[in-house]
């Protein structure tokens, strides 16, 4: 048998914090409507994709106990990457000196479940050790004067360590999808800042989250019952509970981490899931349901076998 398994996972965020009321000082928003129509009370701002990238990748490998040499292949989720060339993993894969290849995938806030899956697809395939990061700054690409978007958004990283093993596949299955003719609700053009038609992503989220899980649990012949954990995209608590309901997923059986982080697209999965496991939420043999939506639009979903 050959398969695949989750050995390493790290987060990390800037020290800035800024709060909501810190917000509300000079935005015509408040405290008490940013929690309640998205759950987020503060978000951490600052640093580099990079930066954040090589701090939660020296965490996840310290956990999977590797040294960068032992790795074969990044993949890096970003949508905020440092420079436009060359990609921002050649920098991360210098400055922690791993092996082999390294490379950028941009699906938005979907990116990390779309960068595990390249990488699992590759592992016993010539990759032995993949490590998978998720990082953004999301902060440098919002306009701070529109409160339909600051309130929204903080900047983190989150990464894994994948491996191949003598054991079963652990990433038992998973769903990708993009409209990308969906592009008008949610983009950012060079140079310029995000826009977002929140109501109409809102709506198209819930639906597209439901529906990827439903194929992903399907196609690992498990149901949502049978969730362990399940690590959403960080967007808005209220788009978390409208899926898990139609998923049949209780609310404390699910990863949270928006109300401390806001949206940090490519981190937020990695990062709740990091959070998650360092709690003790997650034992070997759990499922673990990864999801997320974003900018295309994208989606995506993987049900993972918690351990080797
Ligand atoms: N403070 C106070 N009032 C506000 C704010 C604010 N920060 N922002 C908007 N409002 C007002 C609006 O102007 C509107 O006023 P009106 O009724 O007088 O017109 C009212 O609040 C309601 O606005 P809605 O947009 O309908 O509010 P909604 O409940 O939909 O919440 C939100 C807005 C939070 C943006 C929500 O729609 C959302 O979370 N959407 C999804 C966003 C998302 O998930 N993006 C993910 C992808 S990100 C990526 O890929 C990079």
């Known amino acids: 048998m050959s398969g695949a398994a989750l050995t390493g996972w790290g987060a990390a965020l800037p020290d800035k914090v800024v709060t909501n009321d810190d917000l509300a000082a000079y935005l015509d928003t408040s405290d008490q409507w940013i929690r309640e129509r998205t759950g987020i009370r503060e978000r951490h701002i600052g640093g580099t994709t990079t930066e954040l990238a090589v701090d939660a990748a020296r965490a996840a490998l310290a956990r999977a ?80 004067d529109d409160r339909s978007t600051a309130v929204l958004f903080g900047d983190a990283a989150g990464a894994v360590v994948m491996e191949h093993t003598g054991g079963a596949d652990q990433l038992l299955g998973w769903d990708l999808g993009v409209d990308g003719t969906a592009r008008r609700f949610l983009y950012c053009d060079h140079g310029s800042t995000l826009y977002m038609e929140g109501r109409e992503v809102f709506r198209r989220a819930v639906r597209a989250v439901v529906s990827s899980c439903e194929k992903t649990l399907q196609r690992a012949g498990v149901d949502g019952s049978q969730v362990a954990l399940c690590v959403p995209h960080q967007a808005n608590i209220r788009i978390i509970e409208a899926a898990n309901e139609r998923l049949g997923i209780p609310m404390d059986r699910t990863a949270i981490a928006l109300d401390r982080t806001g949206n940090t697209s490519s981190a937020s999965v990695p990062l709740a899931l990091a959070e998650a496991a360092d709690e003790g939420r997650v034992a070997d043999g759990d499922l673990v349901l990864l999801c997320g939506f974003g900018a295309g639009m994208t989606w995506s979903s993987a049900v993972l076998r918690w351990g080797k």
Request: net charge negative.
């Open 65 to 144: 106990g590797l040294q960068p040499a032992d790795i074969d292949l990044v993949v890096l989720s970003t949508t905020t990457p440092d420079q436009m060339v060359p990609g921002n993993s050649a920098e991360i894969s210098a400055r922690l000196g791993t092996a082999g290849g390294a490379m950028d995938v941009n699906a938005a806030c979907a990116g990390f479940v779309y960068a595990l899956v390249a990488a699992h697809g590759l592992l016993g395939r010539g990759i032995e050790k993949a490590l998978v990061i998720g990082s953004d700054t999301l902060s440098r690409i919002t306009d701070w």
